[in-house]
């Protein structure tokens, strides 16, 4: 099936700093979804891109797909503590939509 | 509304020993289900899906087992633990229907086995 590698596997930032995490595919993708998780916490669904190049914004969280179709991107801007957890993009594949997701991107953010 | 529920938060099981974790799911029916695994500071592993009453779809071979006996009930099960079966197990569901698959996730079972 279908796979998306997610990098960096870690990120530490000072608070206030921007953070960048990013989800490739060697596939066209029919769209993506964004999920966080916190420490100790499930994932929590955050978002989904279904168009090409399409951009969604939520506070200080933006989110790309690109024109391909093959990679997106998550980006914080002037992170704070409570951005702290683990980011997993999720690509749906079979056509029982089966979520499968990234490694995910950890996130520490030092105050 | 919809939720998810499942059960027990944490669990030290023994080597050997049998396993059975459940989840339930209410304010919905015919939901899509599943099992993920996630060991210490991983990805999510996709385990099982279950798209219907009985219909289970196993995606890695392994020492477990997973049943639906209802149509929103999952049921993860072991004969005998494996020390590699430990980890944070995440039952989850997302709706039969195309165009709106976002997942919800319960709040997941850590095992540890000794």
Same mark, same amino acid.
């Given at each position: 099936?279908?796979?998306?590698?997610? *990098? &960096?596997?870690?990120?530490?930032?000072q608070?206030g700093?921007?953070?960048t995490?990013?989800?490739?595919?060697?596939?066209?993708?029919?769209? *993506?979804?964004?999920?966080?998780?916190? &420490?100790?916490g499930?994932?929590?669904?955050?978002i989904?891109?279904?168009?090409?190049?399409?951009?969604?914004?939520?506070?200080?969280?933006?989110?790309?797909?690109?024109?391909?179709?093959?990679?997106?991107?998550?980006?914080i801007?002037a992170?704070?503590t409570?951005?702290?957890?683990?980011?997993?993009?999720? *690509?749906?594949?079979?056509?029982?939509?089966? &979520?499968?997701?990234?490694?995910?991107?950890?996130?520490?953010?030092?105050? | %509304?919809?939720?998810?529920?499942q059960?027990?938060?944490?669990?030290?099981q023994?080597?050997?020993?049998?396993? #059975? =974790?459940?989840?339930?799911?209410?304010?919905?029916?015919?939901?899509?289900l599943?099992?993920?695994?996630?060991?210490?500071?991983? @990805?999510?592993?996709? =385990?099982f899906? #279950?798209? @219907?009453?009985?219909?289970? /779809?196993?995606?890695v071979?392994?020492n477990? %087992?997973?049943?639906?006996?209802?149509?929103?009930q999952?049921i993860? #099960?072991?004969?005998?633990? =494996?020390? /590699?079966?430990? @980890?944070f197990?995440?039952?989850?569901? #997302?709706?039969?229907?195309?165009?709106?698959?976002?997942?919800?996730f @319960?709040?997941?079972?850590?095992l540890?086995?000794?």
């Amino acid at each position: 099936g279908q796979q998306v590698m997610q *990098i &960096p596997q870690y990120q530490h930032v000072q608070e206030g700093e921007d953070f960048t995490t990013y989800c490739n595919s060697s596939t066209t993708l029919s769209n *993506i979804q964004w999920y966080k998780q916190r &420490p100790g916490g499930h994932p929590v669904f955050l978002i989904q891109l279904v168009k090409s190049g399409e951009v969604k914004k939520q506070k200080r969280l933006t989110f790309q797909f690109g024109e391909a179709k093959k990679n997106s991107s998550l980006h914080i801007t002037a992170t704070q503590t409570t951005d702290v957890g683990t980011y997993f993009c999720a *690509i749906l594949s079979g056509g029982s939509y089966i &979520p499968t997701f990234g490694r995910g991107t950890s996130l520490i953010v030092h105050p | %509304s919809q939720t998810i529920h499942q059960w027990p938060a944490t669990l030290v099981q023994p080597v050997g020993s049998p396993l #059975s =974790l459940e989840c339930t799911v209410e304010g919905t029916s015919n939901p899509n289900l599943y099992w993920y695994r996630q060991a210490a500071g991983r @990805g999510l592993q996709l =385990l099982f899906y #279950s798209v @219907g009453i009985g219909q289970i /779809s196993s995606e890695v071979p392994q020492n477990l %087992s997973a049943s639906r006996p209802q149509d929103r009930q999952f049921i993860l #099960s072991s004969k005998k633990l =494996l020390l /590699s079966d430990s @980890g944070f197990y995440l039952c989850a569901w #997302s709706p039969d229907r195309a165009g709106n698959t976002e997942a919800f996730f @319960g709040q997941g079972t850590r095992l540890t086995v000794v």
